[in-house]
């Protein structure tokens, strides 16, 4: 079936230690997304891409990295300059015609919490 | 800038009974679409309606529908017969064409009783 995986589903990080979490797609889709969201709060973006090999910073890209070498992947680096990583995130896809009426879909998330 | 304003960050409705969730938007962009997403307790996000600022007609999907009114940039999700599994967390989000870009609201969380 085509989606959107995300792994681990549960992640604990020690203070300072980077971690990358996982997004692959089988959708084709040319367009991806990492959201952050954090207890009963709404979805902030953090960075997109609309093609392989470019991305673009969202609203709260600082203390992220992420990288777009394979159209099916766009993983996601939190680092340690990202003082509060405590969060839910989310993967999304999108297909790139430019029609507005392209939805997003998402992965099933990951649960990052700092030890 | 794009902005989704949601005012209700909760509400409550009666099993069977209707309600209606509120969105506005902001945008000068003649062209664009608006969705709505739920997300149970479990964190997935769920597409469940798209309407575009062309269609001359309100979107309906099943027991859901959106009141849509241009003028008024509004974009109201409806859910008919409330059943006890819609008691979840509702976004409303809105795309530009020619954009990938999504602009998502703070999220209704709606509380069906039994």
């Known amino acids: 079936d085509g989606g959107i995986t995300q792994s681990p589903k549960y992640l604990f990080r020690k203070e300072g230690q980077n971690v990358t979490l996982s997004c692959e797609q089988n959708?084709?889709?040319?367009?991806m997304y990492w959201y952050r969201q954090d207890p009963g709060q709404g979805l902030r973006l953090i960075y997109y891409?609309?093609?392989?090999?470019?991305?673009q910073k969202g609203d709260i890209a600082e203390g992220y990295s992420v990288s777009r070498e394979k159209k099916e992947s766009f993983p996601l680096t939190v680092t340690s300059a990202q003082k509060n990583p405590t969060a839910f995130y989310l993967c999304?896809?999108?297909?790139?015609?430019?029609?507005?009426?392209?939805?997003?879909?998402f992965g099933e998330g990951s649960w990052l919490t700092v030890v | 800038a794009q902005k989704i304003t949601q005012t209700q960050p909760g509400m409550f409705v009666q099993e069977k009974e209707a309600v209606t969730l509120d969105c506005t938007y902001d945008?000068?962009?003649?062209?664009?679409?608006l969705f709505w997403y739920k997300q149970p307790s479990s964190g997935e996000m769920i597409f469940l309606i798209y309407?575009?600022?062309?269609?001359?007609q309100n979107a309906t999907e099943g027991r859901y529908s959106l009141n849509f009114q241009k003028a008024r940039k509004s974009a109201n999700l409806v859910i008919s017969a409330s059943q006890l599994g819609d008691s979840a967390m509702y976004f409303c989000?809105?795309?530009?064409?020619?954009?990938?870009?999504?602009?998502f609201g703070s999220g209704t969380k709606l509380n069906v009783k039994p």
């Open positions: 999304a896809s999108s297909t790139g015609t430019g029609a507005s009426r392209n939805t997003i879909y």
């Open positions: 945008t000068s962009d003649q062209s664009y679409g």
């Open positions: 989000a809105m795309r530009k064409d020619d954009f990938n870009k999504f602009y």
């Open positions: 309407q575009g600022s062309y269609d001359e």
């Open positions: 959708l084709n889709h040319d367009a």
């Open positions: 891409s609309q093609i392989v090999n470019d991305f």
